[in-house]
Structure formats: structure tokens, C-alpha cells
T-cell receptor
Framework: GENVEQHPSTLSVQEGDSAVIKCTYS??????FPWYKQELGKRPQLIID?????GEKKDQRIAVTLNKTAKHFSLHITETQPEDSAVYFC????????????FGSGTQLTVLP | ETGVTQSPTHLIKTRGQQVTLRCSSQ?????VSWYQQALGQGPQFIFQ???????GRGNFPPRFSGLQFPNYSSELNVNALELDDSALYLC?????????????FGPGTRLTVT
């Protein structure tokens, strides 16, 4: 089955700096890659996603890039703010009838004021 | 916030007991997936229901079972609870299988098995 590896496990940045989180996946059939933000005690929230027919997607301060050949994708957050502090999870989904998401192990992002 | 709701919020059970968790999907969504999230880990896929039928299952034993109702709400049942079943149980709803890929999570049920 699919395996998703995520790093780093923890990341601290100064407010205003950029943060980058990277994930690799194993199954070349995966075609959907969402990113979720989970604050302590809350539900995972979908913040951005990308499909395999696109190389990059941007939404304000957040962007995701996908390299299908290398089977890795990354989350980029620019101009970080303290409210960006949370655990971020990447996930991958293989196309087909059951769109099960395989998640990475998460990155604890801390934005220092 | 999504329109996905779950009940109860918290639950404490004893090893060997049975538990039922409930999920109401977002309006218009007919697919529900269940995930188990152990402390400090990413969610793990348990199974998915589409139009009242199981439509995919992760690496979980048969004592994990589910139902989906005509209004697309869903239940997760766990029999013979084990200590390792202690986790946050999340349901996620999505649009038709052939349509949207996005899955939106509910707030979860925190299950503690003692």
C-alpha cells in the first residue's frame, strides 16, 4: 500500500520567515495530495490540495508543489504568523472508488513572535 | 468550520466493552470515511462508506465495523475494546466518489479505554 513520509517532525521559525514541509510518497498511482492543519484539540482542516495534473498551486501565503517524477510534494508558508503554529499533515490518495487518505506523521510548526 | 458533526465528544470505556460512535456528514456529501488518530500520529484510514455500503477498508480487524444510513450519517462500532483502541476517532465526509476529492473532518470523538 501507499506510504507517506513527512519531515521535519518539528520546525521553528521566526515570525515573518518562510516555512517548508516536505513529504514523499511511494505509490506512483497516487493522484491527490491534500495538506491539513490541526490545532491542539481540534479537527484537521484542509488548507490546500493539489492533483497530479498540476505542478504547483498557491493560495495567498500558502503554496504546494508536486514533483511526480521524484514522488515528493512540499508545503510552503510565507510571511509566517503566530497563528500558523499548529501540526501540519500531508496526505496522499490513490485514484479509484475508495479515496482513502494515507497521512504523514505530521510536522509541529512553531512560529516565534 | 465544516458541517460535519460527531458524537459523543469524549467517551471512557473498559477493555472488552463495545462502543458506537456517530457522525453526521456535511450537507450534500454522500461518502463518509473513518480514521483513527493515536496521540502524536497522523490519522489512519479505517474504512469508507458510500451509499450505505462499505467501499474500502484499511488495515483494521473485523471488530471494527460500520454503517451508513439513508441520510448519509454513519456509525463506527468497535467490539471487544483493547487498550490500544484509545485514540481520537475522526470521520470525514466528501462528495460523490466521481466528483470532489476533498474530505472534510468532524471534530472527532476521544475514546479512552481503561
Amino acid at each position: 500500500g501507499e506510504n507517506v513520509e513527512q519531515h521535519p517532525s518539528t520546525l521553528s521559525v521566526q515570525e515573518g520567515d518562510s516555512a517548508v514541509i516536505k513529504c514523499t510518497y511511494s505509490d506512483s498511482a497516487s493522484n491527490y495530495f491534500p495538506w491539513y492543519k490541526q490545532e491542539l484539540g481540534k479537527r484537521p482542516q484542509l488548507i490546500i490540495d493539489i492533483r497530479s495534473n498540476v505542478g504547483e498551486k498557491k493560495d495567498q501565503r500558502i503554496a504546494v508543489t508536486l514533483n511526480k517524477t521524484a514522488k515528493h510534494f512540499s508545503l510552503h508558508i510565507t510571511e509566517t504568523q503566530p497563528e500558523d503554529s499548529a501540526v501540519y499533515f500531508c496526505a496522499a490518495s490513490i485514484g479509484g472508488s475508495a479515496r482513502q487518505l494515507t497521512f504523514g506523521s505530521g510536522t509541529q510548526l512553531t512560529v516565534l513572535p | 468550520e465544516t458541517g460535519v458533526t460527531q458524537s459523543p465528544t469524549h467517551l471512557i470505556k473498559t477493555r472488552g466493552q463495545q462502543v458506537t460512535l456517530r457522525c453526521s456528514s456535511q450537507s450534500g456529501h454522500n461518502t463518509v470515511s473513518w480514521y483513527q488518530q493515536a496521540l502524536g500520529q497522523g490519522p489512519q484510514f479505517i474504512f469508507q462508506y458510500y451509499r450505505e455500503e462499505e467501499n474500502g477498508r484499511g488495515n483494521f480487524p473485523p471488530r471494527f465495523s460500520g454503517l451508513q444510513f439513508p441520510n448519509y450519517s454513519s456509525e463506527l462500532n468497535v467490539n471487544a475494546l483493547e487498550l490500544d483502541d484509545s485514540a481520537l476517532y475522526l470521520c470525514a465526509s466528501s462528495l460523490t466518489l466521481a466528483g470532489g476529492y476533498e474530505q472534510y473532518f468532524g471534530p472527532g470523538t476521544r475514546l479512552t479505554v481503561t
